[in-house]
């Protein structure tokens, strides 16, 4: 049943093959699906991979979609065109190397958990990678759920990891 026309966000990554072919592919292909319109997307940033070893370099964007279909139905044509570009998430790796990877960040103002479908997505502040290019193009958007900005959420990670580093710096030198 269609709804009326919302936002949604999605997350976009990619490092195996044409990276940034991927992307522009999986761009069109959201395009051009019925009730989907990209409406802008980030520019696409290169990010050091999360999860196991010997995986190369991603190339991460977001982009802001005008979608007139159901957040379930946004989901499967985002699984539809991983699978387009080879993905395939039933033997792949977790967080393994991947031609395509989309994530459902946001759909509208909507909060849901059901089996299969989070919003917003679970772990979406504890990725830099996904905050920073959303962060390009909606800085202000205020997370539904998080009751928080894309820009604090961002700023609150980097602020995170700097303490870290500072944390383990501090930890070696007391060690010696």
Not at 22 to 40: K, P, Q
Not at 49 to 55: E, S
Not at 71 to 78: S, T
Not at 141 to 159: C, D, F, I, N, W
């Amino acid at each position: 049943m269609p709804i009326d026309d919302d936002i949604a966000y999605v997350a976009l990554g990619s490092n195996l093959g044409d990276r940034a072919g991927h992307l522009r592919g999986a761009l069109g292909a959201l395009d051009a699906s019925r009730g989907i319109r990209v409406r802008r997307c980030s520019p696409a940033l290169e990010t050091d991979p999360v999860g196991p070893p010997g995986q190369g370099r991603y190339l991460n964007a977001v982009a802001e979609l005008r979608v007139s279909s159901a957040p379930a139905a946004l989901l499967r044509r985002l699984l539809e065109i991983e699978m387009e570009h080879g993905r395939d998430r039933a033997s792949g790796v977790r967080w393994g190397a991947r031609t395509l990877d989309l994530d459902l960040l946001v759909h509208g103002e909507r909060v849901i958990d059901e089996p299969g479908l989070v919003l917003p997505h679970p772990r979406l502040a504890e990725r830099l990678f996904v905050l920073e290019p959303w962060e390009m193009i909606a800085p202000d958007l205020v997370v539904p759920g998080l009751e928080k900005t894309v820009q604090s959420l961002a700023r609150a990670l980097r602020e995170g990891s700097d303490a870290r580093r500072g944390e383990s710096r501090a930890s070696s030198r007391g060690a010696t």
